[in-house]
């Protein structure tokens, strides 16, 4: 079948299944992306036909995960938890559906700004892609300090990198010792479903259980829908005025160059920029959602593409987080040695298939988002399980990991998400932390241990 025509179909599929989990609020970008990327991989898609996919639902998962936001005052991911403030003061003042326009309409613009400025930025890096492979664990290593120094946990994360290391390298020489064989999928599933299981294993313990245990339920109001424009297919530049386009493309472009910081920060830091500098509340409020639902966008995607075309190996928060089946996904894609997007696609590729991708996502998530919010919102909360959708993932999980170990691999996953969930929730060490622990816990131990 042809390689493109299996692109289109996957950005379809992406666009379609993202689209839907946007919708969920709540719904980890690691958690949910990890294991469907990697069920693509394994079921032997043409590299080109994965980047398309995977492009396909950052832009999808991205664009929806506004309507949570904006609608119910609830972050739909962890990129959009910086947005509530500004999203709650224009539910407070009744025009969430405003904010919600704005949010997209700045998520769009963002988006293919940022994949040209990141393929160029990434070209001119890759000189220097040899250096930093052959000297990958001291690179991990230190990125877990300067990651874990600037996380919520800071000194506690950095203490435990050794430790932390040691339970990597014991649980992979346990799984060595009865399977022959190195455990890859296993580990990063396990990382990545981490904070998702605590909560699990929370609400199974009766002296933990309050922690988490609500008294009442949730209660949200929604604005009523008002449609301003004419047809299905809203364009974006009329929705936000000449102001707010200009500092979308402004921060959009600053943060395509910046792929080793962390999204959440950008999209705090860049919301902050734009709206110290606009008077009004009001016009505050709209132009820093347009602006930081931009920046979601376009650090997703720069932080995909530059450690792909420039390294081959996973170094900025998002090629450690949902991008990182497109580095690692053994047998299909690896990093040591080096074989994966970085060595199996040229530059033009990344930029073709990159905008088959976002392309189709926009024909689908933003008409959709812009035009059935409210009443996609609605049936969300009145017939969709969250806790359905958790299982789910859950047991995606589960298949993947018995694939690649057996029980076996299903216990590593479940004792890595164990300890590293734990340690997320109760002493802030971020899962960016934990994934670059994990890459570099072999030159951590037999460098410094001597093991």
Not at 179 to 205: R, W
Not at 232 to 246: D, E, G, M, W
Not at 343 to 354: A, Q, V
């Amino acid at each position: 079948m042809d390689v493109l025509f299996i692109a289109i179909i996957l950005a379809v599929v992406a666009g379609v299944i993202f689209t839907l989990i946007g919708l969920i609020s709540g719904s980890d970008e690691t958690a949910v992306m990890v294991p469907a990327t990697l069920i693509v991989i394994l079921l032997g898609a043409p590299p080109e036909a994965v980047f398309a996919f995977f492009m396909s639902a950052v832009l999808a998962k991205h664009l929806t995960h506004a309507i949570p936001t904006a609608l119910m005052g609830v972050p739909g991911d962890t990129t959009a938890a910086p947005m509530l403030e500004h999203a709650n003061f224009m539910r407070r003042i009744g025009l969430p559906h405003i904010a919600l326009r704005k949010m997209i309409s700045g998520g769009i613009i963002g988006a293919f700004i940022a994949l040209p400025i990141a393929l160029l930025f990434a070209v001119f890096l890759s000189q220097f892609g040899t250096f930093f492979q052959e000297n990958a664990g001291i690179i991990f290593t230190a990125a877990a300090v300067l990651i874990g120094y600037f996380s919520k946990g800071r000194w506690v994360s950095i203490l435990l990198i050794v430790p932390l290391a040691l339970v990597i390298q014991g649980l992979n020489l346990a799984s060595m010792t009865i399977l022959d064989k190195n455990l890859t999928i296993s580990f990063f599933l396990g990382i990545a479903i981490g904070p998702m299981l605590t909560d699990i294993l929370l609400a199974t313990s009766n002296s933990a259980r309050p922690l988490i245990q609500q008294k009442k339920m949730n209660e949200y109001k929604l604005a009523p829908e008002q449609k301003s424009w004419a047809g299905y297919f809203p364009n974006p530049f009329k929705v936000l005025t000449k102001k707010q386009t200009a500092a979308v493309g402004g921060t959009s472009f600053i943060s395509s160059l910046t792929f080793a910081l962390s999204p959440v920060g950008m999209t705090s830091l860049m919301g902050e920029l734009v709206g110290t500098r606009t008077k009004g509340q009001y016009k505050k409020a709209t132009t820093s959602l347009s602006t930081m639902n931009g920046v979601t966008e376009s650090t997703y995607v720069a932080e995909t593409i530059i450690p792909l075309i420039a390294f081959g190996i996973p170094l900025s928060p998002v090629a450690i987080g949902p991008a990182l089946a497109l580095f690692n996904a053994p047998p299909v894609y690896t990093t040591e040695p080096v074989h994966n997007l970085h060595t199996l696609l040229e530059p033009m590729d990344f930029l073709i298939y990159g905008l088959i991708g976002m392309v189709i996502a926009s024909v689908i998530a933003y008409p959709f988002s812009m035009n059935f919010a409210r009443k996609a919102t609605v049936f969300v909360l009145k017939r969709i399980n969250q806790e359905a959708i958790i299982a789910m993932f859950i047991g995606i999980v589960c298949l993947l990991s018995f694939y690649e170990g057996g029980i076996v691999g299903i216990f590593v996953t479940f004792a890595m998400s164990m300890v590293g969930g734990m340690l997320n929730r109760f002493l802030g060490v971020g899962v960016g932390v934990q994934f670059m622990i994990y890459y570099g816990s072999s030159w951590i131990i037999s460098t410094l241990l001597g093991l």
